[in-house]
């Protein structure tokens, strides 16, 4: 059960002191005590845990400091959608919101490789309006002997570019969590010309001290990849161990199924599931068209399968999009043959833009329909 509070209700008031020797002497009940900081107000969630069956709904809901209560199911319970859950979704970093209504586009390289290559490819993203990028410092490599990405040493140099071009939030891979530190201290040393979103890869999925580790922390959101090969639900818990840890700012990413049946993309697209991330949590969707298509192919109506996919995603109500694009995607150290090309880039942001446009006009034909009618 979730007992919500009045916003911004004072930890000091006799109402919340009231409220808390009552919750705390319900016997078989473990309190578990959330906040959530929003743009305006501050919320305080009270989590009950353990034998709330049979508590009394009304009764807690008359409590001095609640205002309302919501029986939770055992999934997801901070990041889930509820019974009567009206709570919002989403949150907003350095400037930008993140929502189950909006759209972010986060085009960058796959890794970071030259200072030439990240100044073209931000200054292209400042000429097209764009506040957010993707950008690989610490690669996760399947062969051990493949570019392991610059780490630390180009994070001075990447996040100074970010903040001349007006970038706000870079995502960014973290692989363990020394990396948080050695992310902070650089933005720190620089006076946080830039914001970062800590991307969990799908190859860490289910690597729960590292998500122990994130969760800890509120600095900074997180980019929660898939995993490639396990369960929905098992990467849904997997985005919950960063929210029981403490950080809800959480945006989880679909970037295809490892399967011989995806072939010849790299992997299987699953964006048919946006909408079913969106109805089990609250929590942003991000697609990545890249890591699961994997090449630049083309349909022979000229339009590359990355694109396609992308827009897929899109009409299906995607919150962000993460995609790589590179100067001389030949010269790449990783995932060159993906990279769309920056001749591209204005035209898939625009394509982007497009098909969020349409996703919002299917709202407005399904609203009327489907309903069970009384006769
Ligand atoms: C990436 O986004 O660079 C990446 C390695 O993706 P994934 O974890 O989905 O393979
Ligand atoms: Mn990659």
């Known amino acids: 059960m979730l007992a919500i509070l009045h916003p911004d209700t004072p930890l000091d008031s006799d109402s919340y002191r009231q409220t808390m020797s009552f919750l705390e002497q319900l016997p078989g009940v473990a309190i578990k005590v959330h906040e959530v900081k929003g743009a305006t107000q501050r919320l305080t969630e009270i989590y009950l845990l353990g034998d709330t069956k049979s508590l009394d709904k009304d009764e807690i809901e008359a409590l001095p400091a609640v205002e309302r209560v919501i029986r939770i199911s055992d999934d997801y319970r901070i990041l889930g959608r509820h019974r009567d859950d009206q709570r919002q979704s989403g949150f ?145 818990n997997a985005a919950e161990y960063l929210a029981s ?7 989880f990413c679909l970037r ?19 909408p079913t991330v969106k109805r089990l949590t609250r929590m942003p969707v991000c697609i990545d068209p890249s890591h699961s298509v994997g090449s630049r192919d083309k349909a022979p109506d000229g339009i590359p399968d990355v694109m396609h996919a992308t827009a897929q995603g899109v009409v299906a109500g995607a919150n962000m999009v993460l995609v790589d694009f590179h100067p001389r995607p030949e010269k790449a150290l990783v995932d060159g043959p993906q990279a769309l090309l920056m001749d591209e880039l204005p035209a898939y942001l625009e394509d982007v833009s497009q098909c969020h446009q349409l996703w919002k006009k299917r709202q407005e034909l399904y609203r009327n329909t489907g309903e069970v009618r009384a006769k």
């Open 92 to 236: 907003t970093y350095n400037g930008v919101e993140f929502n189950q209504n909006n759209l972010n586009v986060f085009a960058g390289l796959c890794a970071v490789d030259t200072q030439e290559h990240v100044e073209i490819m931000m200054r292209a993203l400042k000429e097209q309006g764009q506040h957010c990028t993707r950008m690989g410092a610490y690669k996760p490599r399947t062969n051990p002997y493949s570019f392991q990405g610059h780490g630390k040493s180009c994070l001075p140099w990447v996040f100074e570019t970010a903040g001349k071009h007006d970038i706000r939030v870079v995502a960014m891979e973290i692989t363990h969590e020394s990396h948080i530190e050695e992310i902070d201290e650089c933005l720190e040393k620089l006076g946080r010309p830039t914001g970062v979103m800590l991307q969990v890869g799908t190859r860490n999925t289910q690597n729960f001290e590292l998500l122990k580790a994130i969760g800890r922390q509120k600095t900074y959101p997180v980019l929660l990849k898939r995993g490639f090969g396990i369960t929905l639900n098992e990467s849904l």
């Open 256 to 274: 295809g199924m490892k399967s011989d049946a995806g072939q010849p993309h790299r992997n299987m697209v699953d964006f048919a599931h946006v």
């Open 245 to 251: 840890e403490g950080n809800a700012n959480v945006v």
